[in-house]
C-alpha cells in the first residue's frame, strides 16, 4: 500500500473544491490506467472509492455543485467503479479457484495418509474479498495516519510529523499553473529537439492572453466550460490601429481597452489572424501540455469567428508609378551617407536593402531568401547566371541538417535565372569582391533576427526598410506589402504567358505531382532565355533610373560608398 499518497492531500484540503480537484485529478489517474491486476491495486482503489462517495454524500448535503466545478467526474466516477466491479469479480474468481484446487490437493494427501476420509474432508470456503480489502486498507491508513487520533482533554496534542514526499502517483495528479507550462513551452530546447520547437515563439501571445483571461488556472481547472470562454473571446482581440502603445504591448490589454473603449475607432483582427495565429498557436501549446502530461482533459476545439473579423486582404503587385516612385528615392539614386539611405546626398551606397529590393523586384524571391544568400549560390552554366537556393547540391553528396538552407517551403529549394539588370548593377563585382576577402555571404551586413524560440528570420532588416519606405512615400494602399514585389514578377510571368509549371518554379511555389519530377538540379535554358528577355516597358524605365545613378558612380559624379 505504497500508492496512498493522495490520503495526505485529502487531510491537507481545507473545502469541498480542493478535494475534489484532488479527486477529481486522481479519478482521471486512475481510469487512465485500466482496471486493477491485482488485490493490492484493487484495494488501493476501493480506499480511494470511498473517499469519493464521502466527497459525493458531503457535497449534496451541502449544496455544492460539484458537476459544474468538476464536469468530467460524474462520467469518469462511472467508468472507475465499473472497472473495480470488473476487477472485483475476476479476481474473486480467480481465487475462489486457486483456493479450491488447493484445498481439493490437501484433502486428496490426507487420504492418502490414512488420517482422514474423504467425507471428512475440509469442505473449502469461498473466499471474501471485502473483507480482505477492508482489512489491507485498514492496515494501510493506520501506518500512515499514527498521529490522526484525537487527543485526551487536557493533553497537549502532539507536533505533526512533516509531510513524507510524494509518491510518483502524487507528483503526477498534482497540475501545474498555465504560465508554468507556458514557461517551460518557450525554453529553449537543446541542438537535438531544437527543431521540434519551431513556431512556439509566435503562440506565446495567445497563451498569455489565455493565461491572463482565465487567471492563470491550474492545468486541471482548464475545464470545457473554460476553453469556451477563451473560444468567444479571442475574436474580440482588436489590431493595434488606434490604440495607445502602452494599452497595446499583450493582446489581453488590447482586449481590455477595446471592452473599456466601446470599440471606438477600433477593428477586429482578421480571420486569417484568429485562425492562423491564435487557433495554430493555442492548438500547439495544448499538444505540448498533453504529450508531457500536464493536461489530462480533451483537446479543445476552436470555432468563434464574429461577423465584425475582418475578411483576409488579398496581396496586390506594385503598380508601375508606384514601383518607380520607390526606386526615386536616394538609396537608388545618391545619399547622404551610409546610415542615411534615404536622404539625398553625393553617396552611392550598393547597401544590403539596395540589393534586397531590386533582387526581390527581379526575381521574385521571398525576403528571407535574400537575406541567406551565399557569393557560391551565384552560378552560371557557361551561357546565363542563376541564384541556386536549393538547400544542398545533391550531386556532392549529403550535408549536415544544420547546414541546410531554412526555406520556407520544399519547393523553395530552387534554381532562379538573374536577370541581366542585376549584372549591369554590379553584383557579379559585389560577389567576386567578397570571395577575395574570404566572405562566405554575399550580404554580411545583413543580420537575422533571433526568436525567443531560437528560430530565426531573415526577412527583417528589408521588412522593417518597407515599413519606413510605406511611411515616406506615403503608400497607404492596404493591399500593398513588401510581398507584392512577388505579386510583381508573377504579373510579369503572366503577362508574358509563361507556362504555369515555370511560373511555379521561378517562385518556388508548390506544384502538383508532375512538377515535383524532372531535372530540377540544373538550369533550364528555355526558362533563363525568358528571364533575360523579360523587360516590359517598366523594367526599361526601371533601367534608365537605375544605371543613371551607376554610370554617375563610375564616373566619379557620386562617391561609391562600401558597406562591408
Same mark, same amino acid.
Given at each position: 500500500?505504497? #500508492?496512498?499518497? @493522495?490520503?495526505?492531500e *485529502? ?17 482521471h ?12 491495486l ?11 462517495? %464521502?466527497?459525493?454524500? %458531503? ?14 467526474m ?14 472485483e469479480?475476476e479476481?474473486?474468481?480467480? #481465487? ?17 495418509e ?8 475440509? !469442505?473449502?470456503?469461498p ?16 501506518? %500512515? ?22 509518491? #510518483? ?33 509566435? =503562440? ?28 468567444? +473571446?479571442?475574436?474580440? !482581440? ?11 504591448e499583450?493582446?489581453?490589454?488590447? &482586449?481590455? &481597452?477595446?471592452?473599456?473603449t ?32 500536464? $493536461? ?12 465584425? #473579423?475582418? =475578411?483576409? *486582404?488579398?496581396?496586390?503587385a ?12 536616394? *538609396?537608388f ?9 534615404? /536622404? ?9 536593402? &539596395? ?20 557569393? =557560391? ?8 547566371? &542563376?541564384?541556386?537556393?536549393? /538547400? ?9 541538417v ?6 520556407k ?6 534554381? !532562379? ?12 563585382d ?7 576577402? /574570404? ?16 528560430? !530565426? ?7 522593417? +526598410? ?11 494602399? =492596404?493591399?500593398?506589402?513588401? $510581398? ?7 504579373? @510579369? ?20 505531382v ?51
Open positions: 500500500m505504497d #500508492n496512498l499518497g @493522495w490520503v495526505q *485529502l487531510i491537507a484540503a481545507p473545502d469541498l473544491e480542493a478535494l475534489g480537484t484532488v479527486l477529481d485529478a486522481r479519478l489517474a486512475y481510469v487512465d490506467r485500466g482496471p486493477p491486476v491485482n488485490e493490492r484493487l484495494a488501493e482503489r476501493c480506499a480511494f472509492e470511498h473517499e469519493v462517495r %464521502r466527497y459525493l454524500s %458531503r457535497a449534496q448535503e451541502r449544496g455544492y455543485a460539484y458537476p459544474q466545478r468538476f464536469p468530467r460524474p462520467s469518469t466516477w462511472v467508468d472507475f467503479v465499473n472497472q473495480n466491479k470488473a476487477a469479480s479476481i474473486a474468481r480467480l #481465487n475462489v479457484r486457486r483456493a479450491y484446487e488447493s484445498g481439493r490437493h490437501e484433502a486428496a494427501e490426507a487420504v492418502k490414512g488420517w482422514a476420509t474423504p467425507a471428512s474432508s475440509a !469442505i473449502v470456503q473466499f471474501d474479498p471485502i473483507a480482505m480489502i477492508d482489512r489491507l486498507v485498514q492496515d494501510a491508513v493506520a501506518q %500512515r495516519l499514527p498521529l490522526l487520533a484525537a487527543p485526551k482533554v487536557g493533553s497537549i496534542a502532539p507536533a505533526a510529523e512533516p509531510k513524507t514526499p510524494p509518491t #510518483n502517483d502524487t507528483a503526477e495528479s498534482t497540475s501545474c499553473r498555465m504560465s508554468d507550462v507556458l514557461a517551460e513551452f518557450l525554453k529553449p530546447l537543446d541542438r537535438k529537439r531544437k527543431h521540434t520547437a519551431k513556431g512556439r515563439g509566435e =503562440a506565446a501571445p495567445v497563451v498569455q492572453f489565455a493565461v491572463d483571461l482565465l487567471g492563470d488556472p491550474l492545468m486541471n481547472e482548464l475545464t470545457e466550460a473554460k476553453w469556451k470562454l477563451l473560444d468567444e +473571446a479571442l475574436p474580440d !482581440i482588436p489590431n493595434r490601429d488606434n490604440i495607445p502603445r502602452k494599452f497595446s499583450t493582446l489581453y490589454q488590447r &482586449y481590455k &481597452y477595446a471592452e473599456a466601446n470599440w471606438s475607432k477600433l477593428e477586429r483582427v482578421t480571420t486569417t489572424t484568429i485562425k492562423s495565429r491564435y487557433w495554430a498557436g493555442l492548438y500547439k501549446f495544448v499538444d505540448f501540455a498533453i504529450a508531457e502530461k500536464h $493536461y489530462r482533459g480533451p483537446r479543445p476545439k476552436f470555432v468563434c469567428i464574429d461577423p465584425e #473579423n475582418l =475578411a483576409p *486582404l488579398p496581396r496586390d506594385f503598380d508601375d508609378e508606384e514601383l518607380l516612385t520607390l526606386l526615386n528615392l536616394p *538609396l539614386t545618391g545619399c547622404k551617407n551610409r546610415v542615411h539611405v534615404w /536622404q539625398p546626398g553625393g553617396y552611392f551606397v550598393q547597401s544590403h536593402i &539596395y540589393w534586397g529590393f531590386l533582387i526581390c523586384i527581379l526575381t521574385g524571391m521571398r525576403p528571407g531568401e535574400v537575406g541567406q544568400l551565399k557569393c =557560391a549560390d551565384i552560378r552560371t552554366d557557361g551561357e546565363f547566371y &542563376y541564384f541556386d537556393l536549393r /538547400q544542398f547540391d545533391a550531386r556532392h553528396g549529403r550535408v549536415a544544420k547546414d541546410l538552407r531554412n526555406l517551403t520544399n519547393a523553395a529549394g530552387r534554381v !532562379i535565372p538573374i536577370h541581366p539588370l542585376l549584372i549591369e548593377l554590379g553584383l557579379l559585389r560577389m567576386q569582391d567578397l570571395m577575395d576577402k /574570404q566572405e562566405e555571404r554575399l550580404f554580411p551586413e545583413w543580420d537575422a533576427y533571433t526568436r525567443k524560440d531560437g528560430t !530565426i528570420r531573415w526577412s527583417q532588416p528589408l521588412s522593417k +526598410a518597407w515599413q519606413y519606405v510605406k511611411t515616406k512615400l506615403k503608400l497607404d494602399r =492596404a493591399d500593398l506589402t513588401l $510581398y507584392s514585389t512577388r505579386h510583381l514578377m508573377a504579373d @510579369w510571368l503572366d503577362n508574358d504567358a509563361i507556362a504555369q509549371r515555370t511560373r511555379d518554379r521561378i517562385l518556388g511555389h508548390a506544384s502538383d508532375r512538377g515535383r519530377y524532372g531535372r530540377k538540379g540544373i538550369l533550364d535554358p528555355q526558362i533563363a532565355a525568358k528571364i533575360e528577355a523579360l523587360e516590359p516597358q517598366v523594367i526599361k524605365q526601371m533601367r534608365e533610373i537605375l544605371l543613371a545613378a551607376k554610370n554617375r558612380a563610375d564616373a566619379g559624379e557620386l562617391t561609391m560608398l562600401k558597406t562591408y
